[in-house]
């Protein structure tokens, strides 16, 4: 059984998209015409996100409850300035809303995959069989699961998940996870564009993130090397490779559960605040991010 809600979330406006007007004498009625022909192709094109919920389960023959999940996703619409949705573009700024809104959101298609549900309901279909087999307890069911919230500026969409997944073993398997998306390019974009040294920037986001590790360590009576793996700042120097999301306040960077620490620990998240952060990113940077130019 598979369902579909819609929840609103959060909007935000795009960069007026605007097309040229032609250099023509024409008379004063047919001009207005033009006029208005021209704003009408000039109106502003913007976005909104919601949170659209998919489920899906499914049962053994003799009804016993086998897999089950839910994802809860962010979708992008293109909207003309009236507030209604482009479904079909009728200018060239509506296409350009549309190829970027389909860029975003083919990003989470994959997560509807009927693919994977299958692939988890044979596997507990399996499990239930070897059980009843064996004169096991059923703990089931299977289940998957995805929390999403998203942030949007004029020219930012970031979204913060969490993934679940429990298929039987000692507990659950949890995953954080982050996508931020440029309205303007329509791309997931690499945090390193918003500097204006990548490197330079990567390397003290680094340092202000172990420094925060530490004193987590010392907060829980241990040194870094003991509370986190041993290998902890090797890990922590990818930090851009792991969930990295934006909000009203800043910057977090998330370790999910044994990426950095054993399971016990539960996953690790570090916060960089707008004030750390501002000066250290370009013009393109605080555009993008919706802060103040300085």
Partial sequence: MKKLIVLPLVLG??????AGTANITVPAAESRAVRQNEEEKEAPCYYTVDMVVWTDS?????????????????????????????????TEAEARALEIAGAFNGRFEEWVSARE????????????????????????????????SAYQTEH?????????????????NTACLGWNFDL?????FDLNILAEDGAAFSAEVREELLRQARAVAAENGLPPEEFFWADYENIIAGWTSY????????MTVAFSP????????????????????????SGFGREVLGLAAG
């Fill in 156 to 172: 930012l969409v970031s979204v913060t998940a969490t993934y679940y997944s429990s298929t039987g073993g000692a507990h659950p």
């Fill in 184 to 188: 303007t390019s329509g791309t997931f």
């Fill in 243 to 250: 969930a990295v999301s934006f909000d009203e306040t800043g």
């Fill in 258 to 281: 044994y990426e950095l620490a054993a399971y016990a620990a539960g996953p690790q998240i570090f916060h960089l605040s707008y004030d750390w952060l501002e000066s250290r990113f």
């Fill in 117 to 148: 549900f299958q692939e988890l309901t044979d596997m507990a279909r399996e499990d239930l069989k070897w059980r009843r087999e064996e004169g096991v307890d059923w703990f089931g069911p299977y289940a998957l699961g995805l929390t999403s």
């Fill in 58 to 90: 499914a049962q053994a023959e003799d009804g016993t409850p086998l897999a089950e999940c839910r994802y809860q996703l962010p979708e992008l619409t293109a909207r003309r300035s009236d507030g209604t949705p482009v479904l079909e573009a009728g």
């Fill in 13 to 18: 406006l795009l960069t007026a998209c605007t």
